[in-house]
Structure formats: C-alpha cells, structure tokens
C-alpha cells in the first residue's frame, strides 16, 4: 500500500544530542514537508522540498536541518541548537498542492 | 492577519445535533481548500476538499465555500462522539516565489457529549 512512513514513533533525545527523524514516502509525491505541533496548537512548517536536492526554510527552521538526495525520502535533524525540540512532528508529501497533502503517522520527540 | 483563521472553540455540542466550523482566509487568488480531522496524539486526515463556491456534501460533512467573503465552513450533521476531534482548515497559498503550499489554521476542538 502507499503511503508515507515516519520513524521512530518515539524518540527521546538527552540534552545537546543531534537526532534524525526519518521520513519515507511511496506515493511518487515530488513535495514533501516537515511540521512542528506542539500541544494545542496548529502546525508549524519547518522545511519543505519541491524536487529532490532542493529544500527551503519554513517559518520555524533554526534549529533543524533537512536532506533530500532522493524522492522517496526527507529525513529531519533535530540539533543542538534547538532549545524546545519537544514536540510532536509530522511528515507530508503530494504530488499537486491543489489535492492536499497525505500525513505520515508522526514522531513524538521528548527532550529528557 | 494570520492567513487562515479558525473559531478558537473549543465547541461543544450534544450528539445527533449539527456542528458547525469556520475558516477565514487572506489570499483572494486561493482555489483550493481543505479540511482535516486530527484525533487526540494521531496525525491529521483529509476529509473534505472544496475547489468551487457553493456546497459540497460527504455524508455526514458539508464543505461550505464563500470566495467573496473569503469564508470556508465545515457542517457536520447527526454529531457523533467519534466526531470528537480537532479539525484543520487549510488553503493553498502562494509561498515564496510562484509555489502554493498549504496554510493551517490552529484548528477547532469538536466534543460531541453523549
């Protein structure tokens, strides 16, 4: 079946450790996206890539850093620089902005 | 102005009775809009799309469209507990550059009481 998996589900992170959250999608989307939701509130853009080896900042970057050396797959890294990485992320991708995006399942990351 | 606005909420309503859910936005050029349904730790779901102005009926929802007042609604009718959600307005706007990309709303938490 398509669809867009994110990885782990859970993540825990220590104090100025880097993390990465995978992102992988099959649906042949060329636009992927990465969201920040912290609880109660709305969705946040982080970074987002049109085509493969091209990505740009949304309105919440610092802090994170993206790659996307293939279609299929844009993994975010939480760094050190991010003060209050605790949140739950969410991966998108489509095909045609016009028809919506389809969400992965989401990575709750908790800073301990 | 925030892009897309949504009544704070949250909204309760007794089941079997009609929720109703509104969505302001900016961008006048906008042709796609968009509702999801995001349950408590889960990710959001699409469940309407709505391109023309007018009504557009799934069941239980209705997806209503005003691109003169620049106003999208969500009804949904016979309220469920299952209904009980947050739900999502987004509207495709120009980001930087040429590219449209969806816009959220903070959302609108839905109870429905038994």
């Known amino acids: 079946d398509g669809g867009i998996t994110q990885s782990p589900k859970y993540l825990f992170r220590k104090e100025g450790q880097n993390v990465t959250l995978s992102c992988e999608q099959n649906l042949n989307h060329d636009a992927m996206y990465w969201y920040r939701q912290d609880p109660g509130q709305g969705l946040r853009l982080i970074y987002y890539s049109q085509i493969v080896n091209d990505f740009q900042k949304g309105d919440i970057a610092e802090g994170y850093s993206v790659s996307r050396e293939k279609k299929e797959s844009f993994p975010l890294t939480v760094t050190s620089a991010q003060k209050n990485p605790t949140a739950f992320y969410l991966c998108?991708?489509?095909?045609?902005?016009?028809?919506?995006?389809?969400f992965g399942s989401g990575t709750r990351l908790t800073v301990v | 102005q925030k892009e897309v606005e949504q009544n704070s909420g949250p909204l309760s309503v007794p089941e079997g009775a009609i929720a109703s859910l509104n969505c302001t936005y900016s961008d006048r050029v906008s042709q796609s809009f968009f509702w999801y349904r995001q349950y408590s730790g889960k990710s959001p779901e699409l469940i309407m799309s709505i391109y023309s102005n007018g009504d557009k009926e799934d069941g239980r929802f209705t997806a209503q469209l005003n691109k003169a007042s620049q106003y999208v609604s969500l009804l949904i009718r016979d309220s469920q507990p299952s209904d009980s959600a947050t739900y999502l307005c987004a509207v495709n706007v120009i980001s930087s550059g040429s590219a449209r990309q969806l816009t959220f709303g903070s959302g609108t938490q839905l109870t429905v009481l038994p």
């Open positions: 998108a991708s489509t095909y045609d902005s016009n028809y919506g995006y389809t």
